[in-house]
């Protein structure tokens, strides 16, 4: 019962990790700065916030191990792997369109898939692919409008090129922080900001910003909540749920994008756009349910 609990608590934690990871488009239209600048500028935040976090939980209480520890490379790699795919999305999107870069990143639980059973021998069930499945052509229908508009031009295929690997290295990413499920994952994220905001900083020393409240706000709340908040409830969430299951839940983030224009602007959702989302919302909360009977059939 407890671990069924801990794993509905989990789901929920990356389900408001991906409410939050959405509302990146809204507020990056109001920064007209450089990708780079946003994204180290942002990470630059989180880190001070994870790092602000980590303090007052070791300060509370010392941190407790419940197994053994997995050692210094999945942190370390599970930062690399972060920090990579927060840049090559950002590349990828000044590369071809935002919808090729969304749908070729969130293939991302495929590689999860291959790679957690690979390396932590967590097997993926029929009902994760058949939900992959479903949540792909999801993203066909909501994004149909934005394919058509996309060109095939050598730049594109480039950009196509970078967020397909953008997609492997994520998946990477979520399978070494599930690797420190007895540890502390928000470590990697912390590094991963940190490292992020370092490769960032030449572009702020020679193209330097022109802040003003706007944009500082913007930054601001990108840091702290979109990125910030966000890593630190991913981290507590994969310690819970399988990798494969922690980004098919992910996949919820770009459905969010046009709610958040929409409460804002009043901007409405085409018909395709809404068809779409509600394939996808419903193909996630089938292979939570199901992912929730299988588990507690195994205890």
């Given amino acids: 019962m407890v671990e069924r609990r801990g794993a509905w608590l989990g789901q ?8 939050l990871w959405s509302t990146s488009g809204l507020f990056i239209k109001l920064l007209d700065w450089h990708p780079l600048l946003i994204a180290g500028g942002r990470s630059a935040v989180a880190a001070l ?25 999945p942190v370390v790699a599970g930062a690399l792997a972060y920090a990579a795919t927060m840049i090559s999305f950002v590349w ?20 999860a898939a291959l790679l957690g059973w690979r390396l932590i021998g967590e097997k993926p069930r029929w ?15 909501f994004f149909r409008e934005d394919l058509k508009a996309g060109g095939p031009g050598l730049s594109t295929i480039r950009g196509d090129i970078v967020a397909l690997v953008s997609g492997l290295i ?64 991913f981290a507590f969430g994969i310690r819970r749920v399988q990798a494969m299951q922690a980004l098919l839940i992910a996949m ?18 085409s018909p395709a756009a809404f068809a779409g989302g509600l394939v996808i919302i419903a193909a996630v909360l089938l ?3 199901l992912a929730q009977r299988s588990q507690a059939r195994r205890i």
Wanted: with cysteine.
């Fill in 287 to 289: 292979s939570s349910v």
């Fill in 49 to 73: 916030f994870l790092f602000a976090v980590r303090c007052a939980a070791v300060r509370r209480r010392p941190v407790r191990r419940e197994g053994a520890p997995a050692g210094r490379f």
């Fill in 252 to 269: 919820i983030e770009p459905v969010h994008n046009p709610l958040w224009v929409f409460i804002v602007t009043g901007e409405r959702p």
């Fill in 170 to 233: 994520f998946g990477a990413h979520s399978v070494f922080l599930r690797m420190q499920k007895d540890g502390n994952p928000a470590d990697s994220m912390l590094g991963a900001h940190l490292v992020c905001a370092a490769v960032s900083l030449p572009v702020f020393v020679l193209m330097p910003p022109a802040p003003d409240i706007r944009s500082l706000g913007a930054l601001g709340f990108m840091g702290l909540f979109q990125v910030g908040l966000a890593s630190q409830l």
């Fill in 127 to 141: 009902f994760h692919w058949g939900a992959l499945a479903l949540v792909m052509g999801g993203l066909l229908i």
């Fill in 12 to 19: 929920g934690t990356i389900l408001c990790c991906a409410v």
């Fill in 92 to 111: 990828a999107n000044k590369l071809t369109t935002p919808a090729n870069a969304i749908l070729l990143q969130y293939t991302a639980p495929v590689w």
